[in-house]
């Protein structure tokens, strides 16, 4: 039997009749196309499905989508604005934070979202707070880089303390996950 749900995704409202056991990472991939948002260990452990629900980073592979309803979902495409790459998704370019780049969508959202927690990072920091979120193909070093350049670029853009204002608001709204 479905069910209907509405939610907005990166801005746009959207409304679909779903089987009550999908999960969040496949209706954003198989049913709206948005296919940045990776499916990995369907555990919970990889954080290639990190996406944003109401402003906190989650893995997608670990909710529900009815569980998103009258959210707020952001996911890797929804980043780049105005055909402007995101000052993290720059930075992961600029500092070859990647190699197959299988792991970067989760990577830089993840990543993002620690930043509006947390603006001030240390290398320390961004080694720690990123740890669900593996990568196979590198050492981190440049992962780490490209997540202390993209900080630097949302200080500069004004991302950073304007995301942490809404993320704190709307992380008290959001559902527990992850």
């Not at 196309?33 to 906190?56: E, S």
């Not at 500092?95 to 959202?109: R, S, Y």
């Not at 196979?136 to 202390?148: E, P, Q």
């Amino acid at each position: 039997m479905a069910i209907s749900i509405s939610l907005t995704v990166n801005g746009a409202p959207i409304s679909a009749s779903i089987d009550p056991g999908t999960l969040l990472v496949q209706f954003l991939r198989d049913q709206l196309r948005l296919t940045g948002t990776h499916v990995g260990c369907d555990t919970a452990q990889c954080g290639a499905c990190t996406v944003h629900l109401n402003g906190r980073a989650i893995k997608s592979c670990n909710i529900l989508a009815v569980q998103a309803e009258g959210a707020t979902v952001t996911t890797i495409e929804g980043l780049a604005q105005n055909g402007s790459l995101h000052p993290m998704q720059a930075a992961f370019k600029h500092c070859h934070g990647l190699q197959c780049g299988f792991c970067t969508p989760g990577m830089v959202m993840s990543a993002v979202s620690l930043v509006e927690r947390q603006p001030d990072l240390t290398g320390d920091d961004v080694r720690s707070q990123l740890d669900g979120n593996l990568c196979r193909c590198t050492g981190y070093h440049n992962i780490v880089k490209a997540v202390l350049e993209g900080a630097k670029g949302m200080k500069s853009a004004g991302t950073a303390s304007a995301s942490a204002d809404a993320a704190t608001t709307a992380t008290a709204a959001a559902p527990a996950t992850a």
